[in-house]
C-alpha cells in the first residue's frame, strides 16, 4: 500500500520533472512514478532518502544484536572491558 497521494504516470514524469523536482524540494513529499498503471519508482529528496538508509543500517544492527542474543553469543559489562583492554594492550605493542 502506498504511502503517499502524489502518484504519477512517467509520461507525466517526464513533460513536467522540473516542476515536480521544485514541488518535491518544497514539500518533501515523495512521488510514486508508475509505468503501465503500476508502481515503477520512488522519487524522495536527497535528505529523506539519506534518513531512510541511516534507518535501514539501524535496524540491520538491531537484528545483528537480537540474532547475538538468540544465539547466547553475550558477554558481562566486565567481560567486555577485560576484552577491550587486551585489544588494546596488543594493538599498543604492535
Not at 539519506?50 to 559489562?77: F, N, W, Y
Amino acid at each position: 500500500m502506498s504511502k503517499t497521494s502524489n502518484i504519477k504516470p512517467i509520461s507525466y514524469f517526464k513533460a513536467n520533472a522540473t516542476e515536480m523536482l521544485s514541488e518535491l524540494r518544497e514539500t518533501q513529499q515523495p512521488y510514486v512514478i508508475t509505468q503501465n498503471g503500476e508502481a515503477a519508482a520512488v522519487l524522495v529528496d536527497p535528505t529523506e532518502y539519506d534518513r531512510m538508509i541511516e534507518a535501514i543500517e539501524l535496524l540491520k544492527l538491531v537484528q545483528h544484536g537480537e540474532e547475538d542474543l538468540r544465539m547466547k553469543r553475550t558477554m558481562s559489562p566486565e567481560q567486555a572491558r577485560t576484552r577491550l583492554t587486551r585489544e588494546r594492550a596488543r594493538r599498543s605493542t604492535k
